[in-house]
């Protein structure tokens, strides 16, 4: 069984940084790919990051390009987004996902099939 868990959000202000880790158990991390989702109170669950299995392909929303970016140590069973430059807009709960494709890297939520608990990230101005 999967389970994923987030840590590193809290409050910040307009310019500054945050790392968010998420942390994987269960089988064969490295046949995954993950990625990174956010969802504002009163709309849609977004796209933000994501990563291949093994590293080699990244994909990020336009409006995080240059500012955030996605790495992953499969010998840690962990993907990490580091954010920095952050904005109130990027103010969210911010959700780690596992897609067990060696394939393709996802940037639609419908493709991932696991999920953890979120953790929430308030950008001050």
């Known amino acids: 069984q999967v389970q994923l868990v987030e840590s590193g959000g809290g409050l910040v202000q307009a310019g500054g940084s945050l790392r968010l880790s998420c942390a994987y158990s269960?089988?064969?991390?490295?046949?995954?790919?993950m990625g990174w989702f956010r969802q504002a109170p009163g709309k849609e669950r977004d796209f933000v990051a994501a990563?291949?299995?093994?590293?080699?392909?990244?994909y990020y929303a336009d409006s995080v390009k240059g500012r955030f970016t996605i790495s992953r140590d499969n010998a840690k069973n962990t993907v990490v987004l580091q954010m920095n430059s952050l904005k109130p807009e990027d103010t969210a709960v911010y959700y780690c996902?596992?897609?067990?494709?060696?394939?393709?890297?996802?940037?639609?939520?419908?493709?991932?099939?696991?999920w953890g608990q979120g953790t929430q990230v308030t950008v001050s101005s």
């Open positions: 996902a596992a897609d067990p494709s060696r394939v393709r890297v996802a940037v639609v939520s419908y493709e991932y099939d696991y």
């Open positions: 269960g089988r064969s991390f490295s046949t995954y790919a």
């Open positions: 990563i291949s299995w093994n590293g080699g392909r990244t």
